[in-house]
């Protein structure tokens, strides 16, 4: 009774606030045919660019409109990874950096595909020689608190400053991988002993350090 008393005293504002209650539910629904709409579209463009000539130009062009138009999609998100490594395995490594580093991007709120980009990006770096790049970005990786994969992040850091020459900086994060991994980590944790005592053994560094 006393709610039927209240929309009797304040039927001006009972309107109002169905009105609004209305509009947000028209707003949400609309925002969610929109996205449907726009991800069916993204998958289409995409599969239609798969069936291009592997690696054509035609494919490339097709693959960097799906990514453009539709980035924020899991198909345009696809596209970016598609058209990375399709750059990384011809050799256009800034292409493939680019790529790699948008996908990143775009990928901020789908933690460990944020990762794997990242990863692919330090691997482009890698690959064009800049491994001073690649332990940068192998440590930001491994600083993402979503990272689930940390110790494999630090694994392919220290084995980059291995190629820098840098031994007491990856012999480091190789203990540190060490101390820090669980029964998950296993194959990790050995791969990371088998670098430390390679570079005990190559007299990298003092046995002490190990």
Known sequence: MQVITWVRENWKTSIEIVAVAIVAVAVILGARAYWTSRSTNGADALYAAEQLEAGSEAQLKALAEVADDYGRT????QAF??????YLSNQAYDKAQGAFRDLAG?????????????????DA????????????????????PHNLLKNTSRLRAGECLEREGKYDEAASLYRQVIDESGEDDLAIAQRSE??????IANKHIAVSNG
């Open 194 to 199: 088998e670098r430390l005592l390679w570079l």
């Open 106 to 122: 775009h990928s901020r709120n789908t933690p460990m595909l944020n990762i794997a980009a990242l990863h692919r990006l330090a």
């Open 74 to 77: 899991a198909a345009g998100k």
């Open 81 to 86: 990874m598609r058209l990375g490594d399709l």
């Open 125 to 144: 770096q890698l690959a064009s020689g800049d491994s001073e790049a690649a332990v940068g970005t192998f440590l930001k990786a491994a600083a993402d």
